[in-house]
């Protein structure tokens, strides 16, 4: 089992880089609470709202939107654990997610390559999705694999049950993927329980999580309602990773960003809680600004770095475990 090393703690060693005050955090949580309350998101699935109202959400019916009164939030954040254990095919890759600790994977999700034999530049295969794998098992830097890149060579309806034939025996670390939706998630599960001996010991050593993204501004399609379900269910772990774009598709400041970017984690986490009391759930992010020259994701950029380590910051002020995106 592997334990990283502490970074943001009193000790001679480790980084801290804090970009939030504490009463930063204080308002951002507050205007959070008031989005969620007053704004709300939008639910794209019957099922999702129908869990929602049980809980105490106040629920549009026409338009799909939920309103959360505070209380159903904060309730939903003390539920959620704060250690996540993912295994590894070898328990010696074994990582354990918990208070400032911090392990790294490799980026996803690519969909062009340059072949390493012939040079020639080409949608990926399923046998990438396999190499890719093997790569990330033997690299000591990576802690957990995340699916590199995806099979452009499968039917694009059960293309991730193909990606996850290819990367689950080729790697002995925890392995995280997005599943497209519900039913493939339940698929996906099976796949995994058969490698690990049943669902039961499934949830005793999960080999396999998941990862779904938010739309935003404020949206959570019926894809991501269904995965967010269906893992809490499964007894899974579920990354719900925002991808808003400060100037495009969330406000221009990174304020107002982080306040978008966190109303549609806590919608997530707030269904994956009244799915299950205490499913695993990690609080994500890719998000970063808008290249306004090019209309496109500045990753890599000095905002996407500032956004995420307050992003690490705010999921350290919950509890929970995190997953954010590097330059």
Known sequence: MRRNLHAGKRQSGGLNLKILTDDELDEIHLATLEV????????????????????????????????????????????????LLLAGRNPKNDFVMESNRVGFTNFGEGVFINDPYTGQH?????????????????????????????????????????????????TSKHGFMGSGNGYLTKKLVEMAAAITGGKDKLR????????TCPISPLQLVGESCEIIMETARAGLAVNVLSMAMAGGSS?????????????????GLILSQLTSKGAKFIYGSSTTAMDLRLAAASVGSPECALINAAVAQMSTYYLLPSWVAGG
Do not use: M
Not at 204 to 211: A, G, H, K, N, Y
Not at 259 to 265: F, L, M, T
């Open 36 to 83: 969620l309350e007053e704004t709300g998101l939008l639910f794209d699935d019957d099922e999702a709202l129908e869990v929602l109202d049980g809980g105490g959400a106040i629920i549009d019916k026409k338009n799909n939107i939920v309103k959360f009164p505070p209380y159903v939030v904060e309730d939903a954040i003390r539920s959620a654990p704060s250690k």
């Open 122 to 170: 080409r949608e990926t295969t399923k046998a990438d999705v396999a190499a890719s794998a093997l790569l990330a098992d033997y690299l000591s830097e990576i802690d957990v694999y995340e699916r590199a890149v995806g099979a452009a060579d499968a039917p694009v309806e059960t293309v991730q049950l193909h990606n996850a034939e290819a990367w689950l025996p080729n």
């Open 204 to 211: 005793e050593r999960p080999i396999i999580s998941f990862i």
């Open 251 to 267: 406000p221009v400041t990174l304020a107002g960003t982080l306040v978008d970017h966190n109303a549609e984690i806590l919608g």
